[in-house]
């Protein structure tokens, strides 16, 4: 059995649960998610919580049963609590500033870049202007939108100029040497 995917996901107080042929609603505080799983898994909740099952031991149930397991964990967690993304700004005169709910990003360009943030999302700006806070009841949508930010100016590794995530290190190369 997959150690993953045979763990129970604990359903928290306030966040309600439907499950119809394999579509799971989850609905919380935060919001709603939907998500249509794979017809071979089995979705229940028992006791509080959901459970899955696979039907037989086949490589690819086996994949799908943790895999399952992990974003419908990653959806309960994200209507109760909700899930937040830092990015951090390094470099003369790049910064970043709040206008409205959108984000505007100075990055060394010849102009600024406008970030329109999708609905369920919420941006916020240190400030300084050199952390950018997202957040969202659903991860992947904070995976994509920040990796599209970071993708704007990289961080380069001569001199660590550019947009990184908080907990990413850029390995610095040396620079030119005189001979």
């Known amino acids: 059995m997959s ?11 306030g966040v309600d649960v439907t499950v119809e042929d394999n579509l799971v609603t989850v609905t919380g505080p935060k919001g709603t998610l939907k998500r249509q799983f794979d017809p071979e898994l089995g979705i229940a909740t028992e006791d509080g919580s959901l459970v899955l099952t696979r039907p037989n031991d086949e490589r690819r149930s086996r994949a799908l049963h943790g895999l399952s397991r992990a974003l419908l964990n990653n959806m309960v967690v994200g209507v109760s609590t909700g ?11 790049y910064r970043a ?22 609905p369920g999302v ?7 202007g050199s952390t950018i806070v997202i957040t969202s009841h659903n991860k992947e949508m904070i995976g994509q939108i920040a990796a599209d930010i970071r993708k704007l100016r990289p961080p380069e590794p001569y001199k660590g100029k550019g947009i990184r995530y908080s907990d990413e290190v850029v390995r610095r190369k040396a620079g030119k040497s005189k001979v």
């Open 83 to 93: 899930y937040e993304k830092r990015l951090e700004i390094t470099g003369t005169g």
């Open 97 to 118: 500033e709040m206008e409205g709910q959108n984000l505007r990003l100075a990055l060394g360009y010849s102009h600024d870049i406008l970030v329109v943030p999708p």
């Open 122 to 128: 919420a941006f916020a700006v240190d400030n300084r």
């Open 3 to 13: 150690r993953i995917g045979k763990k129970p996901i604990a359903i928290p107080q």
